[in-house]
Every structure is written in structure tokens, then in C-alpha cells.
């Protein structure tokens, strides 16, 4: 059973730019696909990026393409979200996920990471 641990979260102006890690132990991480969710506050939880397990298949919710980058080091164990030109709306909780199949449910979360965007 992997274990993901993020970082990286922290206070940002806005147009500025963040970079979040996830570390996963315990498993085989190059099985996994990866994701990245984040959830405001008072909002429900909400997709933001994925990556396949060879990171040849990448999707992004449309309120961050073109601003996020995911991507994964599989000899590291980590998956990375580049955060480019911030905005005030991507203040959330971020959680990284992982799943061993490439549909479904996310079985295996992180504890998260706060980032806050201040205008």
C-alpha cells in the first residue's frame, strides 16, 4: 500500500509561481497513476491534473490548463504540480492520489498541502 506525502504549499502572490511535491513510499511507484485534487474552502473536492504511470497521458481541469504542469520522477518516487501565474481562486488544500488502475476511484491519499494565493 503506497503512502503519499506532499509539500511545497505556502503563501504566494498572485502571478506568482509554486512548485508541490508528493513522495510515495511503500509501493512500486511507477504502477500508480498519479493525481493532484484540491479542495477550498466550503467547496467540494475537485480535480486539477493527472499523470499516467509512464507520463505519456496527462489531462488537466480547464481552470488550470496552461498554468499547471504536472509531472512525475518515477526513480524519485515523487510527482510534481508546477504552479504557474497564480490567482486568488487556486487558494486550496492541494492532495496528491495515486490508483493502480487508469479509471475509477483514488484509493491512496495525501494528507495535503495549504496553498493560499493572495491578491
Known amino acids: 500500500q503506497v503512502q503519499l506525502v506532499e509539500s511545497g504549499g505556502g503563501l504566494v502572490q498572485t502571478g506568482g509561481s509554486l512548485r508541490l511535491s508528493c513522495a510515495a513510499s511503500?509501493?512500486?511507484?511507477?504502477?500508480?497513476?498519479m493525481g493532484w485534487f484540491r479542495q477550498a474552502p466550503g467547496k467540494a473536492r475537485e480535480f486539477v491534473a493527472r499523470?499516467?504511470?509512464?507520463?505519456?497521458?496527462?489531462y488537466y481541469a480547464d481552470s488550470v490548463k496552461g498554468r499547471f504542469t504536472i509531472s512525475r520522477d518515477n526513480a524519485q518516487n515523487t510527482v510534481y504540480l508546477q504552479m504557474n501565474s497564480v490567482k486568488p481562486e487556486d487558494t486550496a488544500v492541494y492532495y496528491c492520489?495515486?490508483?493502480?488502475?487508469?479509471?475509477?476511484?483514488?484509493?491512496?491519499w495525501g494528507q495535503g498541502t495549504q496553498v493560499t494565493v493572495s491578491s
Open positions: 492520489a495515486a490508483r493502480d488502475s487508469t479509471f475509477g476511484q483514488y484509493p491512496y
Open positions: 499523470i499516467s504511470r509512464s507520463d505519456s497521458i496527462i
Open positions: 511503500g509501493g512500486i511507484f511507477s504502477r500508480y497513476e
